[in-house]
């Protein structure tokens, strides 16, 4: 066991996952992390007041149809899909890479469809399968690479809508924001949105949430 993992057991012990999710350095690590924590998941976020996943639901509404069809990549245990519901869509497909967290989501009934993600095909679908990628809190430290932007554009047809969000931590890295400089200034897409605010409450953390529009 790496000695971040150790740190990290010992410091969850009563549940606190949200105190070292950053810090996780590699994909076994991440998975590992998110397989116990999957259980109190949901009420740690919604007691720390997590509000990235309804910004994100209520900018993409602003642009394609409550019907059309979305898919949530990383949607973990559900928290976003809930908040894409909750703004009306009706349509929605889930994936995560951790089987844990994705039984919770199925539990919970929000999506037609879930699959778990395959890191070396996140998107097995046909061009065009969906209006829009939902990749709420998805990409940044401890996450998916900043690669996964362009990927995830690149699954979508024109006038397909990416929504995603970057919280301070991936602000600070330009690693993420050069991400989205290059996907906007090579023309693959155009930013129809962007808007800074609360990502948890709890912790006075912010996150910006951004809508691209495939071109």
């Not at 690479?145 to 990927?151: N, T």
Request: proline share 2%; with cysteine; charged share 20%.
């Amino acid at each position: 066991m790496s000695d971040t993992a150790s740190t990290n057991d010992s410091t969850n012990s009563a549940g606190n996952y949200l105190q070292n999710v950053y810090d996780l350095a590699t994909q076994a690590d991440t998975d590992a992390y998110y397989t116990r924590w999957a259980a109190s998941y949901d009420d740690e976020l919604t007691r720390q007041g997590y509000q990235t996943p309804q910004r994100c639901a209520d900018a993409l509404r602003r642009f394609i149809a409550s019907d059309a069809a979305v898919v949530d990549i990383g949607c973990g245990t559900g928290l976003s899909g809930a908040a894409l519901a909750a703004a009306g869509f009706t349509n929605l497909a889930g994936t995560d890479v951790n089987v844990e967290m994705l039984d919770v989501a199925r539990v919970a009934g929000i999506y037609r469809d879930t699959w778990v993600t395959d890191i070396e095909n996140p998107f097995p679908f046909a061009l065009g399968t969906y209006a829009a990628i939902a990749a709420v809190g998805v990409i940044g430290l401890g996450a998916a690479p900043a690669s996964l932007l362009r990927l995830a554009l690149e699954a979508l047809a024109t006038d397909g809508r990416l929504v995603f969000s970057y919280n301070d931590h991936a602000l600070k890295v330009p690693e993420f924001t050069d991400a989205l400089t290059d996907v906007v200034s090579s023309g693959l897409a155009e930013q129809e949105f962007a808007e800074h605010g609360i990502h948890i409450k709890g912790l006075g953390s912010m996150s910006t949430v951004f809508v691209l529009r495939r071109r």
